[in-house]
Nanobody, 123 residues
Framework: QVQLVESGGGLVEAGGSLRLSCAAS????????MAWFRQAPGKEREFLAA????????YYADSVKGRFTISRDNAENTVYLQMNSLKPDDTAVYYC????????????????WGRGTQVTVSS
């Protein structure tokens, strides 16, 4: 079992920045691909970014490429999502996920999820 707890969400003005954190406990953190998703009201859960367990490769959704950066600290069992140039459309609940599949953009391939943290971007 892996437990994931997100933090760092909040209210920010358009153009601002936030850094989300996801603290993991349980099984070996380094053995999992870590990812961030988000879900806005009335919309499906959306893939944002992932960092793989083996090569440390990173993947981003086109909607956030160049604005968001995923990183991980295996020593601290934590994954981060640095979000810059935030827009009102970025308003959503942000979730951290852990899995072992190489198909990183599909939410069904993740075994563990946090409860989410709310990000609200005002215009």
């Amino acid at each position: 079992q892996v437990q994931l707890v997100e933090s760092g969400g909040g209210l920010v003005e358009a153009g601002g920045s936030l850094r989300l954190s996801c603290a993991a406990s349980g099984r070996t953190f380094s053995g999992y691909t870590m990812a961030w998703f988000r879900q806005a009201p009335g919309k499906e859960r959306e893939f944002l970014a992932a960092r793989t367990r083996v090569a440390g490769s990173t993947y981003y959704a086109d909607s956030v490429k160049g604005r968001f950066t995923i990183s991980r600290d295996n020593a601290e069992n934590t994954v981060y999502l640095q979000m810059n140039s935030l827009k009102p459309d970025d308003t959503a609940v942000y979730y951290c996920a852990a899995g072992i599949s190489t198909r990183v953009a599909n939410s069904r391939n993740y075994d563990y999820w946090g409860r989410g943290t709310q990000v609200t971007v005002s215009s």
